[in-house]
């Protein structure tokens, strides 16, 4: 990286062991050094939108995708008394 002229950005880093669900336990819990920074790993990353978790289900995607989209479903049910038929439905398609 130094002879590219890149930096790390050490608040951004994220260290992410996968194996499967049996292998689990043997994941080292220690912190892994990059560069003069100890880094403790973490259960699940997010990466493009998507949240990888360390035995690589994705049930840590699915719970923040569904609760993201019940949220929206509570702004909607919020306001759909005061919309009219055609413009709630603008809405929720969009």
């Given at each position: 990286?130094?002879?590219?002229?890149?930096?790390?950005?050490?608040?951004?880093?994220?260290?992410?062991?996968?194996?499967?669900?049996?292998?689990?336990?043997?994941?080292?819990?220690?912190?892994?050094?990059?560069?003069?920074?100890?880094?403790?790993?973490?259960?699940?990353v997010?990466?493009?939108?998507?949240?990888?978790?360390?035995?690589?289900?994705?049930?840590?995607?699915?719970t923040?995708?569904?609760?993201?989209?019940?949220?929206?479903?509570?702004?909607?049910?919020?306001?759909?008394?005061?919309?009219?038929?055609?413009a709630l439905?603008?809405?929720?398609?969009?």
């Amino acid at each position: 990286m130094a002879a590219n002229r890149l930096k790390l950005n050490h608040a951004k880093i994220e260290v992410l062991w996968c194996s499967s669900s049996r292998r689990q336990h043997q994941i080292p819990a220690d912190p892994v050094r990059i560069g003069d920074t100890d880094i403790l790993p973490v259960r699940s990353v997010r990466d493009f939108g998507v949240y990888i978790d360390a035995d690589v289900t994705m049930r840590v995607h699915v719970t923040t995708v569904v609760q993201s989209y019940f949220a929206a479903l509570r702004r909607i049910r919020s306001v759909r008394r005061v919309l009219p038929r055609h413009a709630l439905l603008t809405w929720c398609v969009s």
